[in-house]
């Protein structure tokens, strides 16, 4: 689960991880009353959307006065903000994190996140803080330190002097910054993130080090440990179609402008079901794993995400039987599809525990249901349907 800047800061404020002072405004007055209250200028406005690249968007401004941090904000607030992450589409934006400007003499990048080739938490960090991180990692490799953490041992004080030594630490600085990086590491662990960045961390003409920015990534698999965490989803930055599917416990993802919507028991299957249907020149619409324990009802609110898409012209339906059985999961698919009147053709492969009831309750149903004896003919049979 992705959360905000302003939110990301709380938690670091929890963690006693430095940050600029600042708050949340939804509107330009709010801005106004939070300029004022930081009691100096200039202030920073920055948009507050799941994307980076922000600044180079115009979605991060330098306000030097009341008046223009005001007018800043009514700028950003309610733009279409597109920026490298966002797509052409663009993300609409609704508040901004309106904050304290600082006296920077240097800019730097730090990130933790597991490292699954070693089975560690890994430090990453450079001098080149402020630039896409990745650009840096293409073109300048040897500027990027990686510190690797046994998740049993935890982060040890060798561990801070190295990244401290990789990034040039001043000597001013160096205790603050092997302090604010243990505070990031347990924060790290506690709540379960599967990345922390700070781009950039920067380091003040009063020797300080604070986190400008502020990224945190939260396994959603965790979030049950984690209520106050919770409370930070922002549904206005997730697909529609998606936070509807989440209602219902199922794990969809929209694909964008495909044609053929998939529902499959199963994510490993359900990724190959997309390879395949692409082998045979048709293009998946989305991702649908209704899990082992399908019924008839998630069957149902399968057919109404998938059908939500109006790019969507047929539907592959790839079930393998195991925890749930054929004949249970065709029986869905008849109900779902009699109380729905589906209007696109249904493409079935079922394998599995109980798979000739399955196939007979399919075929006696009388509906607009293909069945298919393979994942090869299902794929073929649905691409001729959309081609």
Do not use: W
Request: hydrophobic share 45%; net charge negative; glycine share 10%.
């Amino acid at each position: 689960m992705k959360i905000h800047e302003y939110q990301a800061k709380e938690l670091f404020r929890k963690f006693n991880v430095p940050v600029p002072e600042g708050e949340v405004a939804f509107n330009p007055e709010e801005a106004s009353a939070i300029a004022e209250k930081l009691g100096g200028f200039p202030v920073v406005i920055k948009a507050q959307i799941h994307a980076g690249g922000r600044g180079k968007g115009g979605g991060v401004k330098l306000a030097k006065s009341l008046d223009e941090a005001v007018t800043m904000a009514d700028d950003i607030i309610g733009m279409t903000l597109v920026t490298h992450q966002t797509g052409p589409e663009g993300r609409l934006v609704r508040k901004v994190l309106v904050e304290q400007g600082l006296n920077i003499i240097n800019e730097l990048y730090l990130s933790i996140l597991p490292d699954r080739a070693t089975a560690k938490n890994v430090i990453m960090a450079s001098e080149a803080g402020g630039m896409d991180i990745e650009a840096v990692a293409e073109e300048t490799p040897e500027k990027i330190i990686k510190v690797y953490i046994d998740p049993l041992l935890g982060i040890q004080a060798y561990h801070c002097r190295e990244v401290a030594f990789g990034l040039n630490i001043p000597a001013a600085a160096m205790k603050q910054f092997q302090g604010l990086l243990r505070n990031l590491y347990a924060l790290f662990v506690d709540y379960d993130c599967s990345l922390l960045e700070i781009n950039p961390l920067v380091l003040t003409a009063e020797d300080n080090v604070i986190a400008l920015d502020a990224k945190v990534d939260i396994d959603g698999n965790a979030l049950y440990r984690h209520k106050d965490a919770a409370e930070y989803r922002d549904t206005d930055e997730e697909d529609p179609l998606e936070v509807e599917a989440s209602k219902y416990n199922l794990n969809y993802i929209n694909l964008g402008g495909g044609n053929v919507g998939n529902m499959v028991n199963g994510a490993g299957l359900a990724m190959a079901t997309m390879d395949i249907i692409k082998l045979a020149g048709a293009e998946p619409a989305n991702f649908l794993d209704v899990g082992g324990g399908a019924d008839a009802e998630m069957v149902e609110n399968g057919f109404k995400i998938i059908l939500s898409d109006p790019n969507v012209k047929a539907i592959l339906i790839n079930i393998f039987g195991g925890i749930a059985r054929c004949d249970v999961l065709a029986t869905g698919v008849v109900q779902a599809s009699e109380k729905m009147g589906l209007k696109v053709p249904v493409v079935i492969r079922m394998e599995g525990t109980n798979v000739e009831e399955g196939r007979k309750i399919l075929a006696d149903a009388g509906l607009n249901l293909i069945s298919a004896v393979d994942i090869k003919d299902a794929a073929k049979k649905v691409a001729e349907i959309v081609s």
